[in-house]
């Protein structure tokens, strides 16, 4: 992967680190999205211990804030001539029902509406063969409907129980790279965009969600279904086949192989039927146009 610039959201921890440290090891130019310099500091230093030869850079964005991704794409494209594949793996799992700084559900603002947005603000400066990896989640499986009404700040439906928040998130990123594919096909576009899911994971994502708010409960919990879960190192491994697998077309997904899809070597995986939902699929974009405020540009 010598000469390929790769752009990483969530890099600083659990599955995203084992990415970045991956595409280092390649040869690539990785690009990493961090909310604390500071701490995106200690994160560098140790990979670049691991790997002298990485080529690393970091960029301070915040996913639930719009203006920090207008700022750091602009920073972005400042520093490089193009993106050749944008991997949109950051994530919060089973948050507050709270809203982001943009008045937006802090969950699907941060995986979903952030991500939308991240894309957009890059999607000129990806090159003419780019791909797009955007990580979703086991959980896609479990939501049953897509209330997009309840992005806005005066809806008055009732407060998200934090799970189906994040299922209905999940199932957006499957969405948003369905929609994403079919209008790249419709222009002939030679990019792709490709979905990933880790599985069932033993990363910090997933102790710190279920915890809710109680760090021991979510300490106890997680150590209760550790033997169900696959290493870190091993839920990346789908993630790294969705970027840097050329067979792969656009509208692909990569899971584990096993029944469940939970662990288990990459492997195509089927979606489920909710994200086949081409008006669906329409709606979210608009509406996430709408939310973030931005026409995207493909």
């Known amino acids: 992967m010598t000469g390929t610039r790769v752009v990483l959201t969530g890099a600083t921890g659990g599955l995203g680190f084992h990415v970045a440290r991956s595409l280092a090891d390649r040869g690539a130019e990785v690009y990493m999205t961090v909310r604390d310099l500071r701490r995106g500091a200690g994160l560098v230093e140790r990979l670049t211990e691991e ?6 850079q970091l960029l301070e964005a915040d996913l639930a804030d719009l203006g920090s991704l207008e700022r750091a794409a602009r920073e972005l494209r400042e520093r490089t001539p193009s993106v050749d594949v944008l991997v949109n793996n950051a994530g919060i799992m089973l948050a507050p029902d709270v809203r982001t700084v943009d008045g937006l559900p802090l969950q699907m603002g941060t995986n979903h509406l952030g ?17 797009v990896v955007t990580v979703s989640s086991v959980a896609a499986a479990s939501a049953r409907r897509l209330d997009l009404d309840a992005w806005a700040a005066s809806s008055t439906r009732r407060r998200d129980r934090r799970w189906r928040a994040y299922a209905e998130s999940k199932l957006a990123n499957l969405l948003f790279t369905r929609e994403l594919a079919r209008r790249l096909s419709a222009g002939a576009s030679a990019r792709t965009a490709v979905a990933a899911h880790p599985g069932l994971a033993a990363t910090e994502i997933t102790q710190t969600g279920m ?56 492997v195509l995986v089927r979606m489920p039927s909710r994200a086949h939902d081409e008006e669906l699929a329409a709606r979210l974009w608009s509406a996430s146009e709408q939310a973030v405020g931005l026409a995207f540009p493909v």
Do not use: E, K, N
């Open 115 to 131: 991500h939308f947005a991240w894309t957009a603000h890059l999607w000129t400066h990806l090159a003419p063969a780019g791909r």
């Open 51 to 56: 790997a002298p030869q990485a080529r690393m």
């Open 211 to 266: 915890a809710m708010g109680h760090p021991v409960l979510g300490w106890l919990l997680t150590r209760a279904i550790r033997p169900g879960l696959q290493s870190a190192h091993a839920g990346a491994q789908p993630i790294l086949r969705a970027a840097l697998d050329p067979t792969l077309s656009s509208g692909d997904c990569v899971g584990p192989s096993w029944p469940g899809h939970t662990r288990g070597r990459p």
